[in-house]
């Protein structure tokens, strides 16, 4: 079985250049975003309730045309790709859902292996693999479990195998520690860096737990006021820093 | 592991109702097809039967000029028969208007003669109505051809409108379905959506919906036609129990050609069903990123 792989040109994995975002007439909800992360990095993304947080993150998974700016994944430009291309990019980018977006009529196995078939896999060939990363989240026993008969950190975990499954070259989550208990909210941790450490995976979380960020040294970008920061309290180095009077002090 | 679950769920009440919109559709469209091809083919009979036949009608003579007038008719190129008709024959014809009494001997009846001329021979009509006038006997010649061509036009209409009907009930079914998918579309955009994200193409997306109205069509055409076939094996039985007396009516009966629409109406509501909710389906992506 073969996975996407970093182009071998590619020197950022994302970056997002003066890049502003608003719904329908509203005021921006992001604003003249700067973001450079590169190949292999782990960085998290904080921020108030409502601060767009998850705007930021489905900016990063091409569920969203930026109002303004351009959004760069692998260093290709996405605003003239073709839909096809679109696709193919996505493919590389794997997402856990704040809201987990499990699909009900599938069991476990089958949510987990979605993002399988649709690349067009055999079930026989990746069978295992699936199973074994089922049982790796603890959710061995209950391969043939319908979400609504999950608890919302079993479905938590199912989305977060689903998101690994095809170790993606980018790893996205919005809130991916919300519904588990501590232990398990570290055991996932341990996945999230084992696949940026051994693959490479860039990895972004976005998240409210500030005792998940200190658990790893990594850079914190943090949304305020439709700006994003990087907040010096937690240090990094692949950031460029933007500075705004109105947040500073 | 267990046959993988369809990546979109099977329907519900929705799709029952749909079932049966496109099955009502499919069983007009294959009727209104059955009737174009039967107007079609009972024109042509008629036009057919009629062709080359003539009647020349002599109100001022006995049977003896008749036989004049015959004779003169024979002689004219193009012609293969001539027969007068018998007193018999005439109230016969005249029975539908008159009652099966028979006419009274004092009513004065033209002479009628029956002619069977070569369709291929242009003015027949004119020309047997000039020799006649030329050996002095007066004539009225009826060209069966001229009735049959108004006929032949009305049919043609009917026709044209049968055609119409099946086109308007193709389009129908094809609006009713691209509806139809569109609201399953909306009813089912958290997993477009998550497909979309994981990666799938528009076609992947698309097929899905596709293979569940391609399957709907399939099945509703299936239902229609069977109810059509129905529907004109019943006429058709009607026509034969009553329809001897029922002379005008075209003769009817299921041809090779017509199994042969009822075998494709399915196959095209299935087609029609694939193709709406495919454009359907790409529309509705081309408005997400």
Sequence with gaps: MTYPRHDLFDDVAVRLDSVSLRYDTSEDILSDIDLVLKPGSFSFLTGASGAGKTSLLKLLYLALKPSRGEVSLFGRPTSNLTRDQLSSLRRRVGVVFQEFRLLEHLSAYENVALPLRVLGRRESDYRADVEELLAWVGLGQRLHAKPPTLSGGEQQRVAIARAVVT??????????????????????????????????????????????????????????????????????????????????? | MAKETPLLPVEDVREAALFFVVGALCFLAALAALSAKSTYGAAKSWTAEVQGELTVSLPDVDRRGA??????????????????????????????????????????????????????????????????????????????????????????????????????????????????????????????????????????????????????????????????LGAAALMIFTVQVHGSRAGLLPELSLDFLDLVILVVTPVIAGFAARFAARMTVIRALKGMM
């Design chain 2, 67 to 228: 036989d004049e007038a015959r004779e003169v008719i024979e002689q004219t190129q193009g012609v293969r028969t001539a027969r007068v008709l018998s007193k018999e024959e005439i109230d016969a014809l005249l029975e539908p208007n008159f009652g099966s009494r028979g006419l009274p001997d004092s009513l004065p009846l033209p002479q009628l003669i029956a002619v069977e001329a070569d369709p291929a021979v242009p003015d027949m009509g004119p020309t047997l109505a000039r020799n006649l006038a030329e050996a002095g006997i007066a004539s009225a010649v009826d060209e069966h051809a001229d009735w049959a061509g108004d006929v032949r036009r009305v049919l043609g209409v009917a026709r044209l409108t049968a055609l119409i009907a099946v086109a308007l009930l193709a389009s129908t079914a094809v609006a009713v379905i691209a509806f139809a998918t569109h609201a399953a579309l909306l009813a089912r955009r958290d997993i477009v959506d998550v497909l979309h994200l994981a990666g799938a193409r528009d076609r992947f997306i698309a097929g899905l919906f596709e293979r569940r109205f391609w399957v709907l069509g399939l099945r509703a055409g299936a239902v229609g036609a069977l109810m059509a």
């Design chain 1, 167 to 249: 170790q993606p070259d980018i790893l996205i989550a919005d809130e991916p520690t919300g519904n588990v208990d501590p232990d398990m909210g570290t055991r996932l941790m341990r996945l999230f860096l084992e696949l940026n450490k051994r693959r490479g995976t860039t990895v972004i979380i976005a998240t409210h737990d500030l005792g998940l960020v200190r658990q790893v040294e990594a850079p914190v970008y943090r949304l305020s006021n439709r700006l994003l920061v990087q907040d010096v309290e937690f240090g990094g180095e692949t950031a460029r820093r933007r500075t705004d009077p109105g947040l500073e002090g």
